[in-house]
């Protein structure tokens, strides 16, 4: 009778943050279609809400997407680092529109931008999410069964 040695370990409380990347990403993505409605309800004139909060709140959903990414691109090898570093920069160039967003609206009056940055933003966003899930689940997981 043989008896093998095992020698898993028990994951850090970084590497436990990084596996928490999946659920994380999904905030900024939340938060991005939650501000777009609001301003499509103001713009059909239902209601008037104020969308600082929203938009603060927009904002600050990057940031645990954005932390438990880097945690998690530590634990890749070095053939998808550059996959994770496109994503990585689309997901930034995301984050920094909705930030453009936000000091358009602060600042002026230019209402209309703010909302197709937004926009633009969203399909970033997508763009990059879409990225992402081909590093987890393989190039042709959207176009195959």
């Known amino acids: 009778m043989e008896f093998e040695i095992v020698t898993e370990r028990a994951l850090t409380l970084w590497e436990l ?14 938060g991005i279609l939650v501000l777009l409605s609001h301003e499509v309800i103001n713009i059909l004139g239902w209601l008037r809400l104020d969308t600082r909060l929203s938009l603060w709140l927009t904002l600050g959903s990057f940031v645990p ?3 438990t990414g880097l ?11 550059i996959e ?19 000091l358009v609206r602060w600042r002026s009056q230019w209402y209309g931008t703010y909302v197709a940055i937004l926009l633009v933003a969203l399909v970033v966003l997508s763009a990059g999410g879409h990225l992402g899930a081909e590093m987890i689940h393989g190039h042709e997981f959207f176009t195959t069964k």
């Open 17 to 30: 943050a990084g596996r928490m990347h999946g659920a994380a990403v999904h905030l900024p993505i939340g």
């Open 65 to 67: 997407a954005i932390a």
């Open 71 to 81: 945690l998690r691109a530590q634990e890749l090898d070095s053939d998808a680092l």
């Open 84 to 102: 994770a570093s496109v994503h990585r920069n689309v997901m930034i160039l995301a984050f920094t529109l909705v930030c453009v967003a936000g």
